[in-house]
């Protein structure tokens, strides 16, 4: 492996915002469980019906992106590239920003609810989305590639 | 072939194929998102069966679409909307909607037999053949039941005529809480020998109301009725919503409303609506309205009402006070279902500005607020705001009756024990002396909603019962006439010698038309009656409106009677009886009530004809009781 090889400073990063975000979104699913459990209306009632949406995406893409990090951490591992190529540059800022954007778009949709949708913060997701998809799609190509 | 450059063909072929698949997943996506049921020519929408030809068609169109349309963006207000009587006025008939008992094994009335039978999820009636002509024996046909009204009190019921969409009565229904079947014709208050139309007559009156946008399409006895939608759905109120729909499915436009002050244009939020025509929304159906002219009525045979929320119902329509036996003979309406005929004369929306004016709203609340701490069950029974079953629904714009005190000093009854806003049992609530239940409704009083004080004039040249002789049954109207003009300076009529000396809650019982003696004999059995004139001397009249003529009048006795300790069996258990039993079983009752009655002991109590030792004053109870005013009353919603 090459001296200059970067691999693992970016492994230990996505592992570390892969398991940091496991962490802070399944709380958020414990919460909402909770919340489930003492039929918190401010989540459950009808009216509310959109925020538990928001929330509950939050929870799941929050996870899934988790997951998402520390795969993208085994991939490098798997297939470290020589020296710091700008697709795993560009990867890793976007999936790192995207990653956090969109369930945080979920969290912010859900706090303030107008009937059927949720409050403007939820504008993150859709930003969150597509840098996600160009890291996910980066990443895909050099797979290919290599 | 070299093989240099196939790696990079079989990377630009991966690289290709990957773009295409995600354009066409996107597109697909977007195709079904938006379309119609069918992309390419396949339809992924499964296609509906006919719907039957034999019976009222729901086609949204001319702008309405079914309040299912509004349920994705207005779930809470959907959600209350669901749970109130209003969305179950008309249902189709399914084992989920079914309230009405079809086990039982037949049951009859004044001779005509009625068998039940669920076939798979429909239902049948079996019956005397209503088309029958007179010629030849009477054939017995099994009707299938097809819509039903009503999940309040009662459940009613309608089967296909067979000519074209007109659906008929079945002449028998399911009152709720009795959890029992009786005619029709005894769920209202009319005279027992009148005929209710039982043909057609959801086609050619019903289904203005309790439908949504209904065309009822008649010609020459035959209807082809459809509506957008059956029960009084979202649109009934706010007005078709189709352009509500498609405007908003801009997200740019909504947010835009989201940060904005106005309303939508594209849908009427009733409580937005200036003044009179905020309450009129509710008034198209809850008045007693005619068309303006005979061009509008044979409009409406056709296309049915013009009127959409938000319109001036006045130039459709014309408000009546006169005529039939819906008022009072002053116009004071006393049908239940009508009561914005009764706001249109009350001073607090006569005599107010628009903008200040009382209004349905002021008291009502169609969707339960998310803060309500009730349950649905008792938010729906009245659709009430929190609150406005006590004096807060009239302080909150008579300030000056905030505090106890003031109160009292007015009423010059106690409070409650939570203040003003309670008005303990009567006495110092408002609604008691001013919206007295002297209108009929399904089998029961309903308050008047035409706020007025009481008088004992009223009374005496009307006929109406006053708020004070509703309440002290006990007592004369020369005993109210005499706190009215002392405590209010209310002025006193002549009163004939029974007025002045027999308590009006008894003439009423026995010399009033059917409407007076339904309302003394439910109020009766009203609880803070009971509390102010105590119960037991009430036997004897309720007992013998066991065997009134009108079958809504024996109702309530029973119902009276049921909370009423003196008229307990021997052996403790409370009184019941069958208002649809035979005439001779109802002289029976009414005679063994007061038998038994009778050997009790009790003290003299002149007004309500108990003589010395308490003895009943039969002379005067059957003088007054020949005096029954014969007069045919009608009080059908």
């Known amino acids: 492996m090459n001296s200059l090889d970067a691999t693992p400073t970016y492994v230990r990063r996505h592992l570390r915002w892969g398991w940091w975000l496991l962490l802070v979104y399944l709380a958020l699913g414990i919460a909402l469980e909770v919340m489930h459990g003492f039929k918190v209306g401010y989540y459950l009632s009808v009216a509310n019906e959109t925020r538990r949406l928001m929330w509950r995406l939050a929870h799941t893409h929050g996870t899934l992106f988790g997951l998402l990090h520390i795969a993208f951490a085994v991939t490098l591992k798997l297939a470290p590239s020589d020296g710091?190529?700008?697709?795993?540059?560009?990867?890793?800022?976007?999936?790192?920003?995207?990653?956090?954007?969109?369930?945080?778009?979920?969290?912010?949709?859900?706090?303030?609810?107008?009937?059927?949708?949720?409050?403007?913060?939820v504008l993150l997701v859709p930003v969150g989305a597509l840098l996600l998809l160009v890291a996910v799609g980066l990443v895909a190509l050099n797979a290919t590639r290599t | 072939m070299s093989t240099v450059g196939r790696p990079d063909s079989r990377r630009r072929a991966w690289s290709a194929s990957l773009a295409t698949a995600l354009i066409a997943i996107v597109s697909i996506g977007a195709a079904f998102a938006c379309g119609d049921g069918n992309f390419l020519g396949w339809r992924y929408v499964v296609e509906k069966p006919a719907p039957p030809t034999d019976r009222p068609l729901v086609k949204p169109r001319r702008g309405y679409i079914g309040s299912d349309e509004c349920r994705s963006c207005h779930a809470s207000n959907y959600e209350s909307w669901s749970s109130?009587?209003?969305?179950?006025?008309?249902?189709?008939?399914?084992?989920?909607?079914?309230?009405?008992?079809?086990?039982?094994?037949?049951?009859?009335?004044?001779?005509?037999?009625?068998?039940?039978?669920?076939?798979?999820?429909?239902?049948?009636?079996?019956?005397?053949?209503?088309?029958?002509?007179?010629?030849g024996e009477r054939e017995r046909v099994w009707k299938e039941i097809v819509l039903s009204t009503g999940s309040h009190n009662f459940q009613a019921f309608w089967y296909a005529s067979g000519e074209q969409r007109r659906i008929d009565f079945v002449p028998?229904?399911?009152?709720?809480?009795?959890?029992?079947?009786?005619?029709?014709?005894?769920s209202f208050l009319i005279p027992p020998d009148s005929d209710l139309p039982m043909r057609g007559r959801w086609n050619s009156g019903c289904h203005s109301c309790h439908s949504v946008a209904g065309e009822p399409r008649l010609k020459h006895g035959d209807a082809d009725t459809i509506v957008a939608e059956l029960g009084i759905g979202c649109e009934a109120c706010h007005g078709p919503g189709r352009a509500h729909v498609l405007a908003n499915r801009d997200p740019v436009r909504r947010y835009q409303q989201h940060?904005?002050?106005?309303?939508?244009?594209?849908?009427?939020?009733?409580?937005?609506?200036?003044?009179?025509?905020?309450?009129?929304?509710?008034?198209?159906?809850?008045?007693?309205?005619?068309?303006?002219?005979?061009?509008?009525i044979a409009k409406w045979r056709r296309t049915g009402y013009t009127y959409k929320p938000g319109d001036d119902l006045t130039e459709t329509r014309a408000f009546l006070f006169e005529g039939d036996s819906y008022y009072w003979p002053d116009g004071m309406v006393r049908l239940a279902g009508r009561e914005f005929s009764a706001l249109l004369r009350t001073p607090c929306f006569l005599e107010a500005t628009p903008e200040t004016a009382m209004?349905?709203?002021s008291c009502h609340r169609m969707h339960q607020a998310e803060d309500d701490p009730r349950s649905v069950e008792e938010w729906r029974d009245d659709q009430l705001k929190v609150g406005m079953r006590g004096n807060t629904a009239c302080v909150q714009c008579h300030t000056e009756y905030a505090s106890a005190d003031a109160l009292t000093a007015h009423t010059h009854h106690p409070v409650g024990p939570e203040g003003a806003s309670d008005g303990g049992d009567s006495g110092s609530r408002c609604y008691d002396c001013h919206m007295p239940h002297?209108?009929?409704?399904?089998?029961?009083?309903?308050?008047?909603?035409?706020?007025?004080?009481?008088?004992?004039?009223?009374?005496?040249?009307?006929?109406?019962?006053?708020?004070?002789?509703?309440?002290?049954?006990?007592?004369?109207?020369a005993w109210s006439g005499r706190w009215l003009k002392e405590w209010w300076g209310v002025g006193r009529p002549e009163l004939s010698e029974d007025e002045r000396l027999v308590a009006a809650s008894v003439l009423w019982a026995l010399s009033g038309d059917a409407a007076q003696r339904a309302?003394?004999?439910?109020?009766?059995?009203?609880?803070?009656?009971?509390?102010?004139?105590?119960?037991?001397?009430?036997?004897?009249?309720?007992?013998?409106?066991?065997?009134?003529?009108?079958?809504?009048?024996?109702?309530?006795?029973?119902?009276?009677?049921?909370?009423?300790?003196?008229?307990?069996?021997?052996?403790?258990?409370?009184?019941?009886?069958?208002?649809?039993?035979?005439?001779?079983?109802?002289?029976?009752?009414?005679?063994?009530l007061v038998e038994r009655w009778s050997r009790g002991s009790r003290a003299e109590l002149g007004p309500v004809l108990l003589g010395p030792g308490g003895a009943l004053r039969n002379d005067v109870f059957e003088r007054l009781f020949r005096n029954r005013d014969e007069t045919p009353v009608m009080l059908s919603e």
């Open chain 2, 172 to 186: 028998i229904c399911w009152r709720i809480d009795e959890a029992r079947w009786m005619p029709v014709h005894a």
């Open chain 2, 438 to 477: 002297t209108s009929w409704s399904l089998l029961g009083s309903i308050r008047s909603h035409e706020v007025s004080s009481p008088t004992v004039a009223e009374s005496v040249r009307v006929g109406r019962p006053n708020a004070c002789n509703l309440c002290h049954l006990d007592k004369t109207l």
């Open chain 2, 359 to 361: 209004s349905c709203f």
């Open chain 2, 84 to 135: 109130s009587f209003h969305r179950t006025m008309t249902r189709t008939i399914s084992p989920a909607n079914m309230d009405a008992d079809f086990d039982v094994k037949g049951i009859e009335f004044y001779g005509h037999r009625f068998e039940f039978e669920r076939r798979g999820d429909t239902y049948w009636v079996e019956m005397d053949d209503p088309d029958w002509n007179g010629q």
């Open chain 2, 519 to 592: 309302i003394s004999a439910w109020h009766m059995g009203w609880a803070p009656a009971q509390a102010a004139s105590g119960t037991d001397w009430m036997v004897p009249y309720l007992a013998r409106l066991l065997d009134d003529p009108y079958e809504a009048v024996r109702f309530t006795a029973v119902r009276s009677l049921r909370k009423n300790p003196s008229a307990t069996g021997p052996d403790g258990t409370p009184f019941d009886f069958d208002f649809m039993a035979s005439e001779a079983e109802r002289d029976d009752a009414d005679r063994g």
């Open chain 1, 84 to 121: 710091d190529p700008a697709w795993r540059r560009w990867a890793s800022k976007l999936l790192t920003a995207g990653a956090l954007l969109l369930p945080l778009g979920f969290v912010l949709g859900g706090v303030i609810v107008y009937e059927s949708d949720p409050w403007i913060g």
């Open chain 2, 259 to 296: 940060a904005s002050e106005e309303g939508d244009d594209t849908i009427v939020n009733p409580t937005d609506l200036v003044g009179h025509l905020s309450s009129q929304v509710c008034g198209q159906c809850h008045a007693l309205t005619d068309l303006k002219s005979d061009q509008q």
